[in-house]
């Protein structure tokens, strides 16, 4: 199972994970990728390290980095592999780790893992665009396949608005960097699952969220996972509601027995909207 939810470490990450990462300094960075990194090898996955101007010793300091480097196991590359001028092609980025996990299963490793510090690749708004919408598609593929990720973003560089748009896309985060979160489902039939808090304050955040990743109706119902929605107003509910209309479907969400999203949509009696409790 995929873990979802705020954290304040990245250890203990499975084969499907995928978490955003806010750091302060790169030495933070390193640290942590180290981490996430070191879990991988010991779960037998390749991993892939990714950082501007990265050197091949970079994560020699965490043990058996040097030795997984030294048979392939581990590797380290600069983010000059990408035109860090472009935005990003999201479904061929896809591709290409698919294609690269995919590789490390051929050569006997149980999956691939990557930590990438990829601040440079978001910071035009075109680009952010972008690699938001890549996040997210990625996000999808990761929930079938042995293929997780740690996302890093400089908070020095970046806005708090930014970070919130790119962790708002994954199922796991650091702490205090997003609000909402919108991300992929492993249920058969779900569209995207949704989590945090949603009030004022953060419905431009779901509008961004939903029309990038533009979640899929199963037929004519869009459905939805709000078990960890802790709140939603009124109108972050109309957004819903308004996106799977969009999409000609009705809304179907999944809440906890206890969810305040169904006394919510009780007291609305939205015609078009269908709770399961789950």
Sequence with gaps: MRRSGFVDAVGG??????????????????ASAGRFLADGLAAGLRVLYLAEAARQTDLDHVGGF????????????DLGIYDTGLQLDPAAQVRAYAQATEQALAAG??????????????????????????????????????????CGYHCGELSAAAIAEL??????????SAPLRLFASAEPGVGAALAGEIDVSGHALLRTALHRADPAPDGDELVIDARELAFIDHRGLFQLVEHARGRGARTVLHVARDSMVRLLADTLRLPDVRLVES
């Design 13 to 30: 990450l499975g084969r499907h994970d995928h978490v955003c990462w806010a750091f302060e300094t790169p030495g933070e960075f390193r």
């Design 66 to 77: 040097a030795a997984a480097r030294a048979t392939g196991a581990a590797q380290v590359q």
């Design 109 to 150: 490793y149980r999956g691939l893992r990557v930590a990438a510090e990829a601040t440079p690749l978001v910071r035009t708004p075109a680009q952010l665009d972008a690699f938001t919408r890549y996040e997210h598609l990625v996000d999808r593929y990761m929930t079938a396949h042995p293929f997780s990720a740690m």
């Design 167 to 176: 962790a708002g896309m994954h199922p796991v985060a650091s702490r205090a």
